[in-house]
């Protein structure tokens, strides 16, 4: 059985590049989350498996597949009455999530759900135990310096945009009488009489 097992997980490691990696952050969320403890190392892959095989393939990447393995767990698919898991490596027809309980399933579409709202309001990293990324205006105040005031920085934009300039108005091109000081000088020209 292991070793049909393992020739099965070699072919379906080999057409997709991120394979190992998203089994490995799986097994991780399944050892620090309880309620997903009662999922072994073969449920998380044909899980994943199956999850792969139905999405399109631009939810190949890492990011994606873990949110659609998520959302496939958060939407009932190892409640009672659900098609189940059926392991192709035996000949006869197993789920191979029939030891889970009536609880456990419960729990872990409960934990799901609550991961996925996680995800959904970009807080992925508390779904993955990651410390919280820092904010934008902790970036912007560690890009500026006292002595020469803040940086024109922004992350999005590039570096040192220029403004772009105001068209003229109709008002500005009148001429200034000339013993009018020009509006945007701070100096005074001296009146001749």
Known sequence: CQMRRTKWFQGQAVNLPSYILIIRVLKDISRRVPAWT?????????????VLSISPPEYSRPGDAIRSVVACIASGFFLPG????????????VDSSGQLTPQMREDLTFSAQHALRLISFKQLYKVLGLEAPPKMQDIKDAFSSPRMGPRRFTPFRGRNRTKRKVPATPESNKKQKPDEAPADSGETQPQTS
């Open 82 to 93: 659900a098609p189940g898991l059926m392991d192709p490596c035996e000949k006869d027809k």
């Open 38 to 50: 009662c999922l072994d190392s073969w449920m998380l892959e044909l899980l994943l498996q199956k």
